[in-house]
């Protein structure tokens, strides 16, 4: 009986090299253990390399806008209205008809203007100071991160992305490239 017991494996080490089975497989375990630790690990870097890479091009996107015509879609007010229904369907198409009302009052301003001085604004700071604070116009908040130029060129009023959105999206991929680094 001693015998089948020992051919069986049940002793406390085998003949090969002095190390139980036991041992052999705790081993086998704790190698796959360290590779599927490193298999985490190097899968963390990967994408946390990822999203860095993700920021710094959606931080060149946001850099690489150019100026667009403003329209009522573009405003803050009535955007997160998403849900349909009928009240704010209603809602709505007030305040959209609010905000084209407005830009066509800027319109109007810059054709009085023209009418009176016989040219155009000449900048956006001339355009603010004598367009929209003398005719007391408000201009609404665009979404963000835009917000208004007037363009003395074409003498048109357009939606450009916000130098601090652009430096912090900038910021921000940098330290998210800085993270991965480490």
Not at 4 to 10: F, K, N, V, W
Not at 59 to 82: C, E, F, I, P, Y
Not at 155 to 166: G, M, P, S, T
């Amino acid at each position: 009986m001693l015998s089948t017991l020992t051919l069986a494996g049940c002793g406390g080490s085998n003949s090969s090299g002095g190390k139980s089975s036991l041992d052999a497989m705790a081993e086998k375990l704790n190698q796959k253990a360290d590779a599927d630790a490193q298999a985490a690990k190097d899968k963390a870097i990967a994408d946390a390399k990822a999203a860095a890479d993700a920021k710094a091009a959606a931080a060149a996107d946001l850099a690489n806008q150019g100026a667009s015509a403003v329209s009522a879609n573009d405003m803050q007010r009535g955007s997160k209205m998403t849900r349909g229904g009928y009240l704010q369907t209603v809602l709505k198409g007030g305040i959209r008809a609010e905000q084209k009302l407005n830009l066509f009052q800027v319109q109007h301003a810059l054709d009085l203007f023209w009418g009176l001085e016989g040219r155009y604004p000449k900048d956006h700071d001339e355009f603010m100071a004598k367009i929209v604070e003398a005719n007391g116009l408000v201009l609404e908040p665009l979404q963000e991160p835009y917000e208004y130029y007037y363009n003395g060129e074409d003498h048109q009023l357009y939606k450009v992305v916000k130098q601090e959105a652009i430096d912090a999206a900038n910021a921000e991929a940098e330290a998210a490239k800085a993270e991965t680094a480490e």
